[in-house]
């Protein structure tokens, strides 16, 4: 991988990883209490859910990093995934509000905003586990496609390699 190559990737990586680390984990740690608090709505023992938060601070800033830094980030990202679609689920739950149509400035739109944008990172750590071009695949041939809707039992398409 060349220089270049490697910034941009090192890059990408932490456009989709610096909502949690450092900026959401840093929060939890400031304001555990409140956080605790939040957790509590899902968990009513205080003990549970400051494990939960526990929990979740610990994949917040360990799955990042080794996302950031390679090792082993496949699954690092796999298990970003499942966590931001579970935090979705369980906190922008846009649904229960009761207020979603009563307009664009209601709690439930903007939890719906957020419920979305926990399954497009979800998405993109998706990307990441299953694997995707590389930088210098993508600037030899920008048009190509990666024919992801190509069925396995045809083999790979004509003209493209394998991927492992």
């Known amino acids: 991988m060349t220089g270049l190559s490697f910034i941009v990737v090192l890059g990408v990586r932490y456009l989709l990883v610096v909502l949690f680390f450092p900026f959401s984990a840093l929060d939890k740690i400031l304001n555990f209490r409140g956080a605790v608090g939040q ?8 003990g549970a859910a400051t ?3 526990m929990a979740g601070l610990a994949v917040e800033i360990v799955m990042p990093l080794c996302i950031l830094t390679g090792y082993c980030d496949r699954l690092a990202a796999f298990i970003m995934a ?3 679609m579970v935090t979705a689920l369980l906190w922008k739950r846009f649904w229960a ?3 979603f149509w009563a307009g664009s400035d209601s709690k439930g739109r903007g939890l719906f905003w957020d419920f979305l944008k926990n399954f497009s990172l979800a998405g993109g750590f ?3 586990t299953l694997g995707s071009l590389t930088l210098s695949s993508f600037l030899q041939h920008p048009f190509s496609s ?3 809707y190509a069925s396995a039992a045809y083999g790979p398409v004509a003209g493209e390699g394998t991927r492992p």
């Open 126 to 128: 998706l990307l990441i």
């Open 146 to 148: 990666t024919h992801p």
């Open 82 to 84: 499942g966590y931001c």
């Open 97 to 99: 509000t009761g207020d």
């Open 51 to 53: 494990l939960m938060l």
């Open 39 to 46: 957790a509590q709505e899902m968990v009513p023992s205080r």
